[in-house]
T-cell receptor, first 111, second 115 residues
Framework: EDQVTQSPEALRLQEGESSSLNCSYT??????LFWYRQDPGKGPEFLFTLYSAGEEKEKERLKATLTKKESFLHITAPKPEDSATYLC????????????FGSGTQLTVLP | GAVVSQHPSRVICKSGTSVKIECRSL??????MFWYRQFPKQSLMLMAT?????????EQGVEKDKFLINHASLTLSTLTVTSAHPEDSSFYIC???????????FGPGTRLTVL
């Protein structure tokens, strides 16, 4: 059974204080590992798709990396507008493109 | 690119009435769309997978006669909550995958309140 575990559940950072969010996973055959950002009362916003171990992708202050067991979302010099819940999800080769979600990390960046 | 819209964004209805929610992929065609439900401070719960031109596949525990899904075109899927009751009040979110892609793009969600 595919599983996704995110840690920490909540993270409070000062503006400019870099950190990383963790997504551990077990899957029979990885089709894709996805990161989304969700603001309160809104649908998830797509950030990155990673397909294979060693792959990295960047967008502004965010960088996502992937190993065979984990993915990290690195946030460099965060700003208050980066405050949101970050969701990790995976799609496996036998899942008909359905996603298995982690429970999310609620990030708060204080000014 | 890859924009998904939902309508309405918010709906309040009386118990016993039916409510239809539309999900549209605005700039791509989507063979597959998904419907989720999200409770406060919880992650998304998949309700059903909708494939264009065929019957939806419902997750275990989701009543297909209560949550009617129609995916009549490559850009539109609808969810109808029939005979809504207060326990159906929730945040409903749809997503769509481009026909040749792997990434799900989500709509902004619909807040349903049943009085």
């Amino acid at each position: 059974e595919d599983q996704v575990t995110q840690s920490p559940e909540a993270l409070r950072l000062q503006e400019g204080e870099s950190s990383s969010l963790n997504c551990s996973y077990t899957v029979s055959g990885l089709r894709g590992l996805f990161w989304y950002r969700q603001d309160p009362g809104k649908g998830p916003e797509f950030l990155f798709t990673l397909y294979s171990a060693g792959e990295e992708k960047e967008k502004e202050r965010l960088k996502a990396t992937l190993t065979k067991k984990e993915s990290f979302l690195h946030i460099t010099a965060p700003k208050p507008e980066d405050s949101a819940t970050y969701l990790c999800a995976l799609s496996s080769s036998g899942s008909a493109r359905q996603l298995t979600f982690g429970s999310g990390t609620q990030l708060t960046v204080l000014p | 690119g890859a924009v998904v819209s939902q309508h309405p964004s918010r709906v309040i209805c009386k118990s016993g009435t039916s409510v239809k929610i539309e999900c549209r992929s605005l700039d791509f065609q989507a063979t597959t769309m998904f419907w989720y439900r999200q409770f406060p401070k919880q992650s998304l719960m998949l309700m059903a997978t909708s494939n264009e031109g065929s019957k939806a596949t419902y997750e275990q525990g989701v009543e297909k006669d209560k949550f009617l899904i129609n995916h009549a075109s490559l850009t539109l899927s609808t969810l109808t909550v029939t005979s809504a009751h207060p326990e159906d009040s929730s945040f409903y979110i749809c997503s769509a995958i481009p026909t040749m892609g792997d990434t799900q793009y989500f709509g902004p969600g619909t807040r349903l309140t049943v009085l």
